[in-house]
């Protein structure tokens, strides 16, 4: 598994909506986040599979061929003005046994298209990154 490291906005732009944590885990929100970034990705030209639901937040599934390639999206515990989002890729086992692929060019790549996107947030007073998905 190749991970970039995390890129976290603080914004009150996003609104949780009512029940949305009973998908994941209680306090632990994305929903509006995950669709907007989904939305920006798409008019960058970017295909998107689906978006799910994690215990830990959302997931923007971006490709599952030849590998699987996704975003990582949610809250910072006990926050809703605090965003981050994290890419990620995960080949198959047999491409892990065999190193057969390399992923780290796609999740630079990606990880510089989410730094843009999250830059772009309404109302955002501050973003920076962490090293590593939480």
């Known amino acids: 598994m190749t991970a970039a490291p995390q890129i976290w906005v ?8 009512p029940g949305e944590d009973q ?8 929903r509006a986040f995950a669709n907007w970034i989904a939305e920006r990705l798409k008019e960058r030209g970017e295909s998107i599979e689906e978006i799910v639901s994690e215990d830990w ?21 006990d926050r809703t003005d605090e965003w981050g989002a994290f890419v990620t890729a995960e080949p198959g086992l047999l491409q892990r046994i065999f190193r057969t692929v390399d992923t ?7 990880h510089r298209v989410l730094n843009e996107i999250m830059h772009e947030v309404p109302h955002a007073t501050k973003v920076w990154s962490e090293d590593g998905p939480r």
């Open 10 to 17: 603080e914004t009150a732009f996003f609104e949780v909506q």
């Open 23 to 30: 998908e994941t885990n209680p306090g632990i929100y994305g």
């Open 57 to 77: 937040g959302r997931c923007v599934i971006v490709t599952r061929k030849p590998y699987l390639l996704w975003i990582g999206c949610g809250n910072r515990a």
């Open 104 to 110: 780290r060019p796609a999740v630079a790549r990606l």
